[in-house]
């Protein structure tokens, strides 16, 4: 017969593992929110403006020196970012219709910098939470990536999940992740179709990468040259207020 002892870290392990859960079902939910939102959005969201002068944002202790022509807007609680791709430009006289466009073909990448603590290891969360909730066979995927369907009830409703598997070589220990709205195969895409890529930028800032399905082949290119943009714009300042 079980201790009490061993009955209390019994209940405590259990505990864990059941907020765990209602955490990640927590931010799949705010991320299926924001997919579905994201093309009824796209209309109102301001344009950036023609001058490619760097402007200083804040968010949170962290300061930001960003070009004007791809800041849409900073609150203090997020920073929205659009840009062409390729080439990561920002808004022109002469690419502005781009910056206007809601053809699912349009090049554009929209980005959004916020204030998220990683509450679980990424590669954890994949282990335990997203891959038990995977049906069905693997779909079609470019350029080395493995798509999944989810399972009904499980919390991450008809959304695609796009992953590379794990570089141990390297020594990465974060995979690549995407979720899409729809199969990468399924064209043309409707106005709502499009994938969020959400990657820990530092210990509390998260950043986000949102495109069309097209542009799923070119993932590596996307992924490597955002992250390093990004990066070149943290101005290395830390706000004292």
């Given at each position: ?51 490619d002068d ?58 959004r910098l ?13 282990e335990r ?113």
């Open positions: 017969m079980p201790s009490s002892r061993d009955s209390f870290w019994s209940f405590r392990i259990a505990l864990t593992v059941l907020v765990t859960a209602l955490v990640t079902v927590g931010i799949v939910f705010l991320t299926r929110f924001s997919l579905a939102l994201w093309s009824n959005t796209l209309a109102k969201t301001p344009l950036p403006v023609v001058s760097p402007e200083i944002v804040s968010l949170g202790q962290q300061q930001f020196a960003i070009p004007g022509n791809i800041l849409i807007n900073a609150t203090g609680d997020a920073i929205e970012l659009a840009m062409i791709w390729p080439g990561l430009g920002g808004r022109t006289d002469q690419n502005t219709e781009n910056f206007r466009n809601q053809d699912p073909a349009a090049p554009l990448l929209r980005l916020d204030r998220n603590q990683e509450t679980i290891n990424s590669e954890e969360r994949f939470i997203i891959m038990p909730a995977f049906s069905g066979e693997p779909l079609p995927a470019p350029d080395g990536l493995i798509a999944r369907h989810f399972r009904p009830g499980t919390g991450f409703g008809p959304d695609v999940l796009y992953y590379a598997p794990l570089d141990t070589q390297s020594g990465d220990t974060t995979r690549y992740l995407t979720f899409c709205a729809e199969p990468f195969d399924q064209m043309p895409q409707s106005d709502t179709s499009f994938c969020q890529r959400v990657i820990q930028l530092t210990t509390d800032i998260r950043l986000e990468i949102r495109f069309y399905p097209n542009l799923l082949n070119e993932w590596k290119q996307i992924d490597t040259e955002v992250i390093d943009l990004v990066r070149t714009y943290l101005s290395g300042t830390q706000n004292t207020d």
